[in-house]
């Protein structure tokens, strides 16, 4: 008798392309079929078969409480009660406005829209039409979504399925986006150098979390400031992952770096769909209806979205999470370490806060070229002994594991002693 989850994939199989509506959940690089989820609360999924699984994803990062938090909950259905979509301003999307600005001091000016693909590409073409200059360079292994420039040595799913260069982009849209080595202070001097007063912008994680995650050479994101700022070119982060996660203002707070636009998504919806991009109110001030760059949504800055992330921001000033989520991160590298360390293992063990990740290689982690010296097929193997003992891993060695403050106590008690036992077992 095949399982709800079997049964549902096959169902899906039919009419979804590879059954799944985001290419990551088909499980393609670990192995076997995903499951599916009925329901979830604070730190567990429960699945269609009703296995109870701690969640590392954390719905790919928003669910920094923990599952449906009974705050954000009552803040949607307090929201539901006055209509779910007005088109026309609201009066959530100035509460919003103000909560951002007030946690990101480098935001000036910002608009909503409903993914954090909206928000890097409405992003580039707002640099690109500020600065009257056509290229942009990004970074190898950075994911700023599935926009047709962005999907160029792009991390992620894309990485993850073999597809870093999308088909259907066309050659004369790529060859406007030049890709760096990221942690290269030499490349990126170089490409200025190559491209005199031709790049719009560049566009960064500033920690990757879409190759596993990453971190920085000390002056490194100082260098690009630099540079960019010497070069008249727009200096774009994509915190769509590590906006308020990290810190309350994100990576740009942990470094002092002001950047010129910024990319947000994830957290600012809390659960809903949602996107950002902000910053300089002289760029910002380029967009329509004041200027020549157009933009828009029938459903950016909608009312449930905004209710569910205010009520989602606000709970961060209350309840301090980032040295409580710091301390997670700390005891689950340590047991991962501990136990590769047991067993002669070569594990690096990038982490910063809530975000980290497992790469089985004995070369440290810097950039996407050794993140791939990582042994992919052992992370499968490691990734199904852990869901046979009911935690729940990003399904890819190229993704960053994420903690949610509901994690405290029980769920990473267990979850280390699950990692200690899946990396004993490889
Ligand atoms: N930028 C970054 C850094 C991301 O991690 C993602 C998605 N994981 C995106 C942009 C795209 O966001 P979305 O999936 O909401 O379009």
Redesign the pocket.
């Known amino acids: 008798m095949p399982s709800s989850s079997e049964q549902l994939f096959a169902r899906a199989l039919q009419l979804i392309p590879g059954g799944v509506n985001?290419p990551v959940r088909a499980f393609r690089s670990v192995g076997g079929a995903p499951f599916f989820t009925k329901s979830a609360q604070g730190a567990t999924l429960t699945t269609a078969d009703g296995r109870e699984l701690i969640d590392f994803v954390c719905t790919?990062?928003p669910a920094i409480h923990g599952h449906n938090h009974p705050r954000i909950k009552a803040a949607i259905a307090d929201a539901l009660e006055r209509g779910t979509s007005f088109g026309t301003p609201n009066p959530y999307e100035v509460e919003m406005a103000e909560l951002i600005v007030s946690f990101f001091p480098s935001i000036q000016k910002v608009r909503m829209c409903s993914?954090?693909?909206?928000?890097?590409m409405s992003a580039i073409r707002l640099a690109r039409g500020f600065t009257k200059r056509d290229k942009i360079i990004k970074f190898a292994g950075?994911?700023?979504?599935?926009s047709d420039s962005l999907l160029v040595a792009a991390g992620?799913g894309a990485l993850t399925h073999g597809n870093p260069d999308s088909a259907g982009v066309p050659a004369a849209f790529a060859r406007e986006t030049v890709v760096l080595p990221y942690n290269d202070t030499a490349a990126l001097d170089a490409a200025f150098a190559a491209n005199p007063g031709q790049i719009a912008c560049v566009i960064l994680?500033p920690y990757i979390?879409?190759v596993g995650f990453i971190k920085p050479d000390p002056g490194y994101l100082q260098h690009v400031r630099k540079v960019t700022a010497a070069h008249g070119t727009v200096l774009i982060f994509?915190?769509?992952?590590?906006g308020f996660r990290l810190a309350r203002g994100g990576v740009q707070e942990l470094e002092k770096i002001t950047p010129d636009l910024t990319?947000l998504?994830?957290i600012i919806g809390g659960g809903l769909?949602v996107?950002a991009f902000g910053g300089r109110a002289d760029i910002m001030d380029y967009l329509a209806p004041l200027g020549p760059v157009y933009q828009a949504g029938t459903l950016s800055g909608n009312p449930l979205a905004m209710a569910a992330g205010i009520a989602q921001l606000r709970l961060l000033d209350e309840v301090k999470p980032y040295p409580r989520l710091d301390a997670m991160g700390l005891q689950l590298v340590g047991a991962a370490r501990a136990a590769a360390l047991a067993k002669g293992l070569p594990l690096q063990t990038p982490q910063v806060g809530s975000m980290l990740s497992l790469f089985f290689t004995p070369t440290p982690v810097r950039d996407m070229a050794t993140a791939l010296t990582s042994d992919a097929k052992l992370f499968g193997r490691f990734f199904r002994a852990c869901l046979d003992g009911g935690v729940y891993l990003p399904p890819s060695a190229y993704e960053a594991w994420f903690l949610s403050t509901a994690h405290e106590g029980p769920a990473i008690d267990r979850a280390c002693e699950v990692i200690t036992s899946a990396i004993k077992s490889l």
Do not use: R
Not at 115 to 120: C, D, F, V
């Open positions: 985001s790919w990062g993914s954090g693909t909206e928000a890097t950075c994911y700023h979504g599935h992620s994680e979390g879409n994509d915190e769509v992952m590590t990319a998504g994830k769909p996107g």
